[in-house]
Every structure is written in C-alpha cells, then in structure tokens.
C-alpha cells in the first residue's frame, strides 16, 4: 500500500500583498521627496535607457537609478520588492516589480492591480484620485493617481504572468509629463 502526500493547496490571492508591494514602492517615493535635495529633474530628452540586469525589460530614467530590496510579508508568504529609483529635488522616479511564487493563486488581473494601488493609497495615508484600467503589450495593467500629504504620485501597474510591475512619479506636484515619459518609454523585453 502506498500513501500519497497531499498536494499543497494553491493559496488565494490577498489583496494586501498588492497593495503592501504598491506601498512599498510609494514610501521610497515620498522618502526622497521629504529628503530634500535641490537638484532639477532633467528634461525627458536627457534620460538613458535603463536595462534590467535580469534582461526582462528596459525603461528611460533620469540618471542610473539606484537599487533596492524589501521584503514584504503576509502569514507564511513573502516577497522581495526590487526598486529602481532616480530622484530629483521635488520629483522622483521608480520602476519596482515582485515574483508572486507558483502555489499562490492570483485570481482575476483587475482584483491583483486594484489590490496595488488601494495598498499604494493607504500606506501613504493617501487618496486615490482617479484609476483606469490600461494595458502594456496585451498584459492588464491600471493607472492610478494617488494623493498624499507629501505629495501626488502617478503609477502605472503592469501584470506580467507573475511578476507585478510598479511604474511610479512621485512629485509635490503632478508630474503627468514626466509619467508619460516613464511609461511610454517601459518596454518588456523576455528574460
């Protein structure tokens, strides 16, 4: 007689880690913002490509953006968050993406990118202005403005199979050109 180990249940999708990755994402944001460098944000015709080292997409940022981890936790699962971020006196910028693992069950796109920018908004003590759904070489994504005490940030969530990708402006003032830029310039390349 044999017996079999049972197998791992998939686990639900939890929009708090959505939106606990979001959060992430816009605390550094605001960090830089109250750090208060003087510098200008170049104009968008000075940005370079920037290539991911992991070789799954490139984006146009003002300077090379400085590296960082997190981790993000939730009961037994946990996350790394990996941001890319550049920024400038009043205006910051970042690209940021996690790997949801296999055995987590993810559910609808729209429930995952709504579950970021609500996390996004209440992790900045903030509001969310506006939100609309988009999308990025056929990947669902949503574009939302979030308004803080510190400031306004503009993001862009992108759903690519597992991995979430986070484009954010953060700015004391709306910044939509500078958005704009990040956004049109983000090019998923494999990997």
């Known amino acids: ?24 994402v816009a605390a550094v944001l605001f960090a830089l913002l109250r750090s208060g460098s003087s510098d200008a944000m170049p104009s968008v015709d000075k940005w370079t490509t920037f290539t991911d080292p992991g070789g799954r997409f490139s984006v146009s940022m003002p300077k090379e953006p400085e590296r960082t981890t997190q981790q993000v936790t939730e009961g037994d ?9 550049a920024g400038y006196g009043d ?33 900045t003590n903030g509001t969310v202005v506006s939100s609309a759904p988009a999308t990025v070489a056929g990947r669902p994504a949503m574009d939302a403005e979030i308004q ?4 306004r ?3 862009r969530f992108v759903l690519d199979g597992r991995r979430l990708y986070i484009l ?3 700015s004391r003032q709306s910044r939509s ?8 310039s983000f090019t998923l390349t494999g990997g």
């Open 177 to 184: 050109d500078i958005q704009r830029h990040l956004t049109d």
């Open 168 to 170: 954010t402006t953060a």
């Open 91 to 123: 205006s910051a910028v970042v690209v940021g993406y996690t790997d949801y693992p296999e055995d987590l069950q993810l559910g609808a796109p729209e429930d995952v990118l709504e579950g970021a920018v609500q996390g996004s908004a209440q992790a």
């Open 1 to 24: 007689m044999t017996t079999s180990t049972p197998e791992r249940p998939k686990r639900r999708w939890l929009p708090i880690i959505g939106g606990a990755v979001g959060a992430i």
């Open 148 to 151: 803080a005490e510190e400031g």
């Open 153 to 155: 940030a503009l993001s």
């Open 77 to 85: 699962l946990t996350l790394d968050v990996i941001g890319f971020t």
